[in-house]
């Protein structure tokens, strides 16, 4: 389609994942700050540009081979979306109260963006709890424990130092976090904390690490070797089901990642698949191009292989995916968005290095972006999903688990104090619940005890009842093993069509890093050999596959023994009506999520890294990086909507899409 006029703008994302779908909405529906920024923002007659290797199922005009997202996917059982669903990445958000007195305070927890998307988006009406339980269920060094069990008398199977396998795995992310941080941070002191945070304490002779240390220079795992000793690594390693969390990383912005998981954050999903989220999206940049007259041009299957700039012109150059290595045409355009992780982008540096003539500016290939490209560290994510059509898990089954997960779960929210005021609460009852908000508890018991022995009165019939419903909360497990499965979450049957023959979901095996390849290792059956090299195998781009015979046996054995005990024979655990993996370490991701490295000034990479070009002398390139890669937030939906957004609002004026004063979207530089 021709352009309207000369001076028509032409914009181009790369990638229709989170962070390629937000600038593309933002960059319709945003507002400028001001007049000299007008010129910045699409016309009529302007072009945006959105291209994708896969091809995502966004609706009927646009269908797919997948669900959307990119590294979100939701599966529905048989492909149809009125039946149960699993995640097979991404799967919540931290929801952001945005109604509470102090919701826009440096201390509010949420993710403040992705929550006013889907506000946005109308999808709140579809948003539920989808939190983790108080007392999971272990299965560690082959013993089946529930957290609530770990005691001095019964400690956890490990020999830490200092009786700390008396308590949580999780203690000992708090035991380091103590070496540094005595109060909640806000996440602007966070961001000064991941330059200028050192170790605060006389660790004594026997530390490797002393008073003194910048904690951004100590890989994580190093550190936590020095602090637990090996027994106390391996137990926080093992118990918390993931082992991202632990490796080598940047031990700064560890503390902050590994206190994520604390009362106050009230996680959620929405209950049509965290997918939908990206449909929505989807049809609005669809909409909102066609009503502003905006040229709007998806192309999928289609690769970016290579991106330079010539006399502050940007070329690029894309393959198709049937011939991803060989060029298909070269284009130029005004600005161009790598909404890519970390691989992606390499695999575009390497190819535009053979662009780089004489008078060509190769922005990727400079030395100092390759450095900061290496701040984030790939990190493989592997998840298996099941189908079953019994929840044998449960105490519905037939044969019910030695070994039941707890799932049932209460916690008191500011709007459920509000609810309970209204059905006529005493004011005492009310003033206790307030203090307890942000505390899960197991169960009924739990939380009616702690209420009573404040008020140090007892809740009538009708007001126990009243209470337990507006707080019932329950959880998603998961239970936690160092078996190669590491965690298991249940979604049940949580079909949209309520008169369907039920089916209920199991995440069977949620995986990163090493226990990745336990599970690549059995794509293929022993009869069987490789054909497609790794670098074509795409099988992330594709979706769901279905999980060979001998990978399901192997599942079904490892669920046996977390949930019926040592040894137990794999036939306890039924066969699945359906089962389906993603091998997140494929590409073009290479990795379920990014962690950031250590030595790396963090927010200077960040700042910069956002539009590269600014790493180089005397040059300004409209070529900028987005997505959860090189966030805040990695690993969330979240850090790649804020990398974008900053990038929208620092260099094309666009007005924030909440008040971030106290919510900066990205680290600062100073």
Partial sequence: MAKANSNAKTYSIFGAGAAGLYTAWRLLNGEVKNSKDKSKKLAKGDTLEL?????????????????????????????????????????????????????????????RVVTTVIKQLGLDKYSVPFNESTNPLYYLRSKNFFLNQITSQNPAPYHVDHYGADGAPD?????????SVSKNLTRRQWDTFYRDGVIKVETGDASVYQKGDKLKDIGYWNLMYDQLGSEGYNYAADGNG???????WNSAYAFQANNEFTPGNQYKTINIGYSGMFNALFEQIVKLARAQGVIFNYQPNTRLQSIVAKDKVI??????????????????????????????IEQVAQGSRFDADAGVTDVLNHRKVQLYLEAAIMQPSYKVGMFFDTPWWTADAENPPTYMPQLTGYEVTQRAVVQLKAMGLSKATLKALSSLVGIPYASSADLIGAVEAITEERLSLKHENALLQVTLNNTIGPSVTDTPIRQVVYFGNNASDTKAKPIYGLLASYDDEVYTTFWKEMELEPNQEQHIPTNENVQT?????????????????????????????????????????????????????????????????????RKPSQLMEKTDVNIFIVGEAYSNDQAWVEGAYCTAESVLNDFFGIEPIIDNREYPFICSAK
């Avoid at 097979?88 to 305070?105: E, I, V």
């Avoid at 203690?171 to 070496?179: A, D, I, V």
């Avoid at 993931?242 to 080598?248: E, G, H, T």
């Fill in 171 to 179: 203690n000992g992310f708090s035991t380091l976090e103590k070496l």
């Fill in 315 to 344: 070329h690029y150059s894309y393959a198709t995916r049937e011939n991803p290595w060989k060029k298909a045409d070269t284009k130029t355009t005004d600005a161009a968005w790598l909404a890519m992780p970390r691989h992606a």
């Fill in 541 to 609: 781009l594709q979706g769901p596959k279905k999980v060979p015979a001998r990978m399901v046996k192997m599942l079904r054995k490892q669920l046996a023994e977390i949930h019926f005990g040592p040894n137990s024979d794999y036939s306890m655990v039924p066969a699945p009506v359906e089962a389906a993996y993603m091998d997140w370490s494929l590409p073009p991701f290479n990795a379920g999520y990014h962690a950031w490295a250590s030595h790396f000034n963090i927010g200077d990479v960040q700042q910069k890294i």
């Fill in 51 to 111: 291209y994708d290797w896969g091809r995502y199922d966004f609706s009927k005009a646009f269908p797919g081979t997948r669900a959307a997202g990119a590294r979100i996917c939701t599966w529905h059982y048989k492909n149809d979306q009125s039946q149960s669903y699993l995640e097979l990445g991404g799967m919540r958000y931290s929801d952001w109260d945005m109604n509470a007195k102090d919701a826009n305070n440096g201390t509010a927890p949420g993710h």
């Fill in 242 to 248: 993931y082992s991202s969390n632990v490796i080598n």
